[in-house]
């Protein structure tokens, strides 16, 4: 029956039918794509002030619409927040805005299709009217209230184990609290465990591992905590929940069989098959947790995409994440890529010359530069990616790294993936005393001459000194950009400070950003936190327990 329902809203033939059609001539539907977005929108101000005059070739684009980046689009967006309803960016009023970005079509996410059950810790913050009448929300908020998107998770109804009330509720705990408790309620029919991005679901467990008493409670008495005050949340709740004692102790019995919590995931759900979500980019430094908890179920890694828009795909997610390939979607927008060699030009001034979805070579790596349905033309989306091969003529691409340098002082130049890599290297050291880094952040200090970089820890339980002392050293050292080394050999860098901050610091940060309208849903951990975020800084420096101040380079 399900099946039907299922297949009857998405035909999946036809879904693969298209996709190699559309891959096996990209270059032509690309030039289409890119034809059907300005034709679309040429009453568009925006266009219209760049003198395309009904052009839609990619050359006369090129030529008259110049690259940008978020903040050159803020003016225009502005005004449409603020209720101007005459075609600025797109020919058609723009109803929904998403809030990290321009606009968003707010493409509707296929779920893998199974017959069981989905414990999915998605959430969905407040979507508001902004003064001029859209409605506004993060991405995700969007999507999980866009009307496909309602009907596809309504075709697909028995697919979520939580009630739709627990992904709506207005408080994050509450709603997490609810997910782990409706996943345990039918932890024999879930068949996998799922979010957007990975770092929710190491999170959710993370949390199990602190309320799992509660829950266990709940299950046994079939009353609902009183942690949990919200009355819609209650009400679902309270539909699903009946007092069942045997599959407490059951329950109680398995996780006082685990060591560490090791395949905590397969423990709770036995017919679990797989675990779901975006694990590639700023997600893999949750992924060792993750593996952890999974135990010996595969890691699924989900699509690429953004608020501004889709991306790519990922064909052949069996892979394991670190190998992730997302096969790019040419009929989706309209796509150019900077080439990364390139792009120290960017800096006295040049733009960068771009090039085409299919002119570019496998090995290298550049940026991507999209062009939407939605009003975004020659946008930045500030993501380096690596071409790894072709899918039919559409590129298949890995995640690298947000574009941006993370930490420089002078002629340093270290991004994400580099904290990332020496704070992989580091961490090794303290697994020798079976601890974890939990999350991690960093921030350049330059309030004293030279400057310095600042990384912060928090991990899981109590190191010694001498140990954090190595790490200290060793992210130092991990470092391997010529910029760095050679002028912190020369004290141009001054040595390197490593702080550890108290457990629950990064869940603090969490609620910062969820308290300005952040769907968790979409969270990233900021991995360099700039002067200007003083909240966040404030919340680090007043949690530091230790710091250490490397000698790696002292002679
Ligand atoms: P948001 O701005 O919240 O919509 O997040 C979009 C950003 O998340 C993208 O620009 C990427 O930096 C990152 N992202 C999305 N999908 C992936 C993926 N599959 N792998 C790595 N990073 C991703």
């Known amino acids: 029956m399900l099946e039907r329902r299922v297949e009857d809203f998405i035909n999946m033939e036809k879904v693969i039918e298209e996709f190699e059609a559309v891959t096996k001539d990209a270059g032509r539907v690309q030039i289409e794509t890119l034809r059907r977005i300005l034709e679309d929108n040429s009453e568009a101000e925006y266009l219209q002030s760049l003198g395309l005059n009904g052009r839609t070739d990619p050359q006369s684009f090129k030529n008259c619409v110049p690259l940008v980046t978020h903040k050159d689009l803020e003016p225009y967006i502005n005004r449409m927040i603020d209720g101007d309803l005459s075609s600025i960016l797109t020919s058609n009023p723009i109803t ?13 996410k296929e779920f893998p299709i199974t017959s069981g059950k989905a414990l999915s810790f998605i959430y969905s913050s407040k979507q508001f009217k902004t003064k001029g009448g859209l409605a506004a929300g993060t991405a995700t908020t969007n999507l999980f209230r866009d009307s496909r998107y309602i009907q596809e998770m309504q075709a697909l109804k028995s697919q979520c184990c939580s009630p739709e009330e627990v992904i709506f509720g207005p408080d994050f705990h509450q709603s997490l609290y609810c997910h782990l408790l409706s996943g345990l309620i039918f932890c024999d029919e879930v068949q996998l465990v799922s979010s957007t991005f990975a770092h929710s679901i190491v999170h959710a467990f993370r949390t199990f591992e602190q309320l799992w008493e509660d829950l266990v409670a709940d299950i046994r008495d079939g009353v609902l905590t009183d942690r949990v005050t919200v009355p819609s949340l209650r009400n679902a709740m309270s539909k699903i929940l009946k007092p069942d004692p045997d599959l407490a102790n059951i329950i109680k019995t398995k996780i006082m069989g685990l060591s560490n919590w090791y395949g905590l995931i397969p423990e709770l759900f036995p017919n679990a098959k797989y675990v779901y979500g975006i694990m590639t980019g700023s997600m893999e430094p949750y992924l060792k947790k993750l593996r952890h908890y999974a135990g010996d179920l595969p890691l699924l890694t989900s699509d690429y995409g953004s608020s ?21 979607l040419p009929q989706i927008g309209y796509f150019e890529f900077i080439p990364q060699n390139n792009v120290d030009s960017s800096f006295i001034g040049v ?8 002119q570019v070579k496998i090995g290298e790596e550049y940026e991507i530069v999209i062009t939407t349905p939605a009003g975004l033309y020659r946008y930045r989306l500030g993501d380096v990616v690596k071409i790894m091969g072709f899918y039919n003529s559409t590129p298949q691409l890995k995640f690298v790294r947000r574009s941006n340098l ?8 270290n991004t994400e993936k580099d904290l ?14 079976k601890l974890e880094v939990v999350d991690y952040t960093s921030y350049v200090d330059v309030s004293q001459d030279p400057g310095h970089y600042v990384i912060i820890w928090e991990i899981s339980g109590e190191s010694s000194e001498e140990v ?29 400070e490593l702080r550890v901050v ?22 990233k951990t900021p991995r360099c936190v700039g002067s200007n975020n003083a909240k966040v800084l404030q919340i680090l420096n007043e949690n530091v327990v230790n710091k250490y101040i490397s000698s790696a380079f002292n002679n």
């Open 96 to 108: 929904t805005m998403s809030l990290s970005s321009g606009t968003t079509q707010g493409k509707p």
């Open 502 to 523: 108290r457990r629950g610091t990064f869940q603090k940060i969490l609620e910062h950003y969820i308290g300005l309208g952040s769907a968790v849903s979409q969270f």
């Open 468 to 496: 954090l002392g190595e790490c200290c050293n060793c992210l130092d050292k991990s470092f391997v950009d010529a910029g760095y080394t050679s002028s912190r050999k020369v004290n141009g860098i001054g040595a390197l």
């Open 351 to 358: 733009d960068p010359e771009p090039v085409g979805l299919t």
């Open 308 to 328: 501004e828009g889709w991306i790519a795909t990922n064909v052949n997610p069996t892979l394991p994440p670190e190998s992730a390939l997302y096969t790019v």
């Open 406 to 413: 993370l930490l420089t002082i002078n002629i340093d130049k």
């Open 420 to 433: 990332q890599l020496a704070v992989e290297e580091a961490s090794k050291l303290l697994a020798e005393e």
